[in-house]
């Protein structure tokens, strides 16, 4: 016959096990899932805003971008080449150019060139290398990371993309001897576009064209009349 004491004991032990067990489902149920590959970069180009940097590199040197895009009109940052850093930036429909400066100079004297600009969105590197993931071909997955390879007019590209959360966090193209590498950071939490404080603005000038004097021509073939 079992004791009282031995009894109590066993229904605690029970009870401790099912607050367990329940617990570690409240946990699972309450933690944020990992999205998926495809998940990611729908909420990726989905997103308000985001800061992007690119690094790319070939046998022609290399070239650095850190822009924030904030949807749906606007994009500013700058660009590295070398020892020249140039600040671009798209603001409703505007797009704005500095001069040249070095790299880590002082932006309250920066003079840029205004023009009509095309959609922010055509110079978002996300926008433009992330969708290429939409379609991924031969897909390998470990832990959050991907690999696959995506092919477009005729060219093979190798792609590695890393998943953070509920976004892509880092996506890298390796084809025809040269390599990108772009991170994406401040999902939605970016700072508001805006040209640096204290810079200039002017117009760019407009150049014209004229067009070459037309060539007469003999239609082939005419019928003699």
Same mark, same amino acid.
């Given at each position: ?28 149920? #309450? !933690?944020?899932?990992? %999205?998926?590959?495809?998940?990611? +970069?729908?909420?990726?180009? =989905?997103? *308000? ?65 205004? #023009? !009509?600009?095309?959609? %922010?969105?055509?110079?978002?590197? +996300?926008?433009?290398?992330? =969708?290429? *993931? ?92």
């Amino acid at each position: 016959m079992t004791g009282p004491r031995k009894l109590i004991g066993w229904l605690l032990l029970f009870l401790v096990g099912v607050l367990a067990a329940g617990g570690a489902v409240l946990g699972i149920s #309450q !933690a944020p899932k990992q %999205a998926t590959l495809q998940m990611a +970069v729908k909420n990726t180009l =989905a997103a *308000a805003n985001y800061t992007s940097d690119v690094l790319e590199s070939s046998s022609q040197g290399t070239q650095t971008q850190h822009l924030v895009y904030q949807s749906p009109g606007r994009l500013e940052g700058y660009v590295d080449s070398g020892t020249v850093r140039v600040y671009v930036a798209v603001i409703d429909g505007v797009e704005y150019q500095s001069n040249q400066v070095a790299p880590g100079s002082s932006t309250a004297h920066l003079t840029f060139q205004k #023009q !009509a600009s095309q959609p %922010a969105k055509s110079y978002d590197p +996300v926008n433009e290398y992330v =969708a290429l *993931a939409k379609n991924p071909k031969n897909v390998h997955q470990k832990g959050n990371t991907y690999t696959f390879t995506v092919t477009q007019q005729g060219q093979t590209a190798s792609f590695t993309v890393t998943v953070i959360g509920q976004y892509l966090s880092s996506l890298t193209i390796a084809a025809s001897g040269a390599q990108l590498s772009l991170t994406v950071s401040s999902v939605n939490t970016s700072p508001a576009v805006t040209l640096p404080a204290g810079a200039k603005v002017t117009t760019a000038p407009t150049t014209t064209t004229t067009a070459p004097a037309a060539t007469p021509t003999t239609a082939p073939g005419a019928p003699p009349t």
